[in-house]
């Protein structure tokens, strides 16, 4: 009996990394991994698929000898174990690439892109898909809390599903997949998403993000652009209508049919390139809507009505894009409307983490002022005048470098108070807040964050805690000071 390929990963406790890792085990390999930090709850995850962790990055890994090395993109040049690995010239390769030759290659997948909501979006479509008893595979940067994980395998599909366009005979099942626009690795700069060649492709929104590594919008339009090239004549790119920056992208050039949601009315389909470059014409495109009742239109055809408690006019748009790939992969929307009825959202997407004295503590990962808006926006169209804490932790690179800083006081104006931890910035976030007023407050010691928040709340408050990052705990410190 031969011995299973073994893969040494560089970088395994990230959410992305550590889902491959996961994939990997149920697919057969030897898994091992290296990171810097490695502490629950992802050592405690992969430890009990059986994967073997070494902190820190040692040229001793080495004598592991792997078929691979798998790089994810915390891994910089001067790195000893990467360096060591270049010197030997040993084999390497990216994450994404791995996963596109490894797993994907024979599947049906379906991308989720955009600035924001990929997780909840993409863990809404493979619920869908579940629900339906397709049992699709899935690698999403969070939790679904339907599923309890993060990654899996799909199961085998063996023939395509009556809904797809064309001839599919990949039969290796459906994939979903958060499609990422960061960058691939240190030596691939390419975004994720290009290695995955969805047949269903899902461009949520797109904005400005990730200032360390793109200029300007127009270079991750670029970078989406690249994705839209990568999606087949018999797929389907479901567009946000709403969009001026996604209309730009497929102004690019358009080879696929295309679904727009959350439009007023069906866009012209929008392709300037001339057939002489390959582009196909007259394709047109579809429009879904979702009206003040919930109810959700294709075509102008009323389908059904969207029952659930998630908050919002993002998660509505979110449920429609959902809604429309799913039906490509051969659900009907009816069945995707019951599904998304049971749908248990993602950990840390208006999590409540627990109450105490009369005040309810919220955990979310908004990040990005249109995020940080449509959170609070969600928040006040649940809880009506009731007071609402906003707490902030600008932790993403983007936030790091100040470059949203002047939109942070219009995306906290739903708020009745402001909290905001500046421990590490490189920019006066007090600056910044002033446009707010006494209504907010800036501290550089998260104890002393802690402690002005619970002495301010009152009960009947909502305290609103939003962070990319664990934001040192605060969640159940401020639950343990405000009982």
Same mark, same amino acid.
């Given at each position: ?10 970088? $395994? ?22 990171? /810097? ?10 430890? /009990? ?9 040692? /040229? ?27 010197? +030997? ?61 993060? /990654? +899996? ?16 005979? *990949? ?61 087949? *004549? ?17 102004? +690019?050039?358009?080879? #696929? ?23 196909? #014409?007259? &394709? ?11 109810? %959700? ?14 908050? *919002? ?26 599904? &998304? ?7 840390? +997407? ?9 005040? @309810? ?13 449509? #959170? ?7 809880? *009506?005048?009731?007071? $609402? ?8 690179? @983007?936030?790091? &470098?100040? %470059? ?36 907010? %407050? ?12 619970? #002495? ?28």
């Amino acid at each position: 009996m031969s011995q299973p390929k073994h893969i040494h990963i560089l970088g $395994i406790c990230g959410t992305f990394m550590g889902g491959i890792a996961a994939i990997a085990k149920q697919s057969g390999y030897r898994v091992t991994g290296c990171d /810097a930090n490695v502490y629950p709850p992802m050592s405690t995850q992969l430890e /009990a698929q059986g994967i073997e962790l070494i902190e820190g990055w040692g /040229a001793e890994q080495l004598d592991l000898k792997p078929d691979v090395f798998v790089i994810g993109n915390v891994v910089s040049r001067g790195n000893p174990l990467m360096e060591e690995i270049l010197n +030997r010239n040993l084999p390497y390769t990216s994450g994404p690439q791995w996963l596109a030759e490894n797993i994907l290659r024979d599947k049906w997948v379906l991308g989720v892109a955009g600035t924001h909501g990929k997780t909840t979006t993409a863990s809404m479509l493979a619920w869908i898909l579940e629900h339906a008893g397709l049992n699709p595979g899935f690698l999403i940067g969070g939790v679904p809390q339907n599923f309890g994980i993060s /990654a +899996r395998l799909p199961a085998p599909s063996p023939q395509p599903s009556p809904g797809g366009r064309g001839n599919y005979h *990949g039969g290796g099942g459906f994939f979903v997949i958060e499609a990422d626009e960061y960058d691939t690795a240190f030596f691939d700069k390419r975004s994720k998403f290009v290695h995955y060649h969805p047949r269903t492709a899902i461009l949520n929104n797109l904005e400005f993000d990730h200032a360390d590594i793109f200029p300007d919008l127009s270079a991750i339009e670029t970078q989406f652009h690249h994705l839209v090239r990568t999606v087949p *004549g018999n797929g389907l790119v479901v567009c946000n209508g709403r969009e001026e920056s996604l209309q730009r992208v497929l102004q +690019r050039g358009c080879w #696929t049919p295309v679904e727009t949601f959350g439009s007023p009315r069906p866009l012209p389909h929008p392709n300037p390139l001339p057939v002489g470059e390959g582009a196909i #014409t007259g &394709l047109g495109e579809r429009g879904w809507q979702i009206d003040s009742e919930d109810k %959700v239109y294709f075509d102008g055809k009323a389908q059904g009505t969207l029952h659930w408690d998630l908050l *919002g006019e993002h998660n509505r748009l979110n449920a429609l894009a959902a809604l429309a790939a799913a039906r490509h992969a051969g659900v009907p929307v009816a069945q995707g409307l019951s599904a &998304l009825a049971e749908f248990k959202n993602v950990k840390r +997407r208006m999590e409540v983490k627990g109450q105490a004295n009369g005040i @309810t503590v919220y955990d979310d990962f908004a990040h990005h002022p249109t995020a940080i808006a449509t #959170t609070v926006a969600g928040l006040r169209s649940k809880v *009506g005048n009731a007071r $609402i804490l906003a707490v902030l932790e600008p932790r993403s690179n @983007t936030m790091k &470098l100040g %470059v949203m800083k002047d939109a942070l006081p219009g995306s906290l104006k739903d708020a009745d108070l402001t909290f905001c931890y500046a421990g590490n910035l490189g920019w006066d976030a007090r600056s910044a807040l002033a446009p707010l007023g006494d209504k907010a %407050v800036v501290k550089d010691d998260l104890n002393e964050l802690i402690e002005v928040i619970a #002495t301010a709340a009152k009960s009947g408050d909502h305290i609103l805690v939003m962070s990319n990052g664990g934001f040192g705990g605060i969640h159940e410190k401020l639950l343990r000071r405000i009982a």
